[in-house]
């Protein structure tokens, strides 16, 4: 078993977002769903293929905070599962305060019993 290498602990939840692939020819907005988040990351499931690597921008609402969050990650794993495809991302643009927000809710959604931790 591999050693954890997380700073940041995360939850399981599922909350629609989209993303676009930075640098591509044509920037898309695409629809996914987050599958788990921290405060350093997150990973999520879409219908399309990309490779490892990519940078990708996200948009999501999540729960305790009406106003949209945008922030940039970097692709580190996939891997098909079924008939979509999940994605684990690391954050490379994101601010300390949403960065301690989002460690905030994701300790709040630990502890409320019969979430995903």
Same mark, same amino acid.
């Given at each position: 078993m591999s050693e954890e290498k997380r700073q940041f602990h995360r939850v399981g939840l599922k909350v629609p977002m989209k993303y676009?692939?930075?640098g591509e020819f044509r920037e898309i907005w695409r629809p996914a769903t987050i599958l788990d988040l921290g405060a350093g990351g997150l990973r999520f499931e879409s219908e399309h293929c990309f490779e490892s690597?990519?940078?990708v921008? #996200?948009?999501?609402?999540? *729960?305790?905070r009406p106003e949209p969050y945008e922030f940039v990650g970097e692709v580190l794993w996939e891997r098909r599962v079924g008939g979509v495809y999940e994605y684990g991302v690391v954050f490379?643009?994101?601010t300390v305060d949403q960065q301690s927000e989002i460690?905030?809710?994701?300790? #709040?959604?630990?502890?409320? *019993?019969?979430?995903?931790?």
């Open positions: 676009l692939l930075i690597g990519s940078r921008m #996200f948009s999501t609402t999540l *729960p305790l490379v643009e994101v460690d905030q809710l994701v300790q #709040f959604l630990r502890q409320t *019993p019969g979430s995903k931790k």
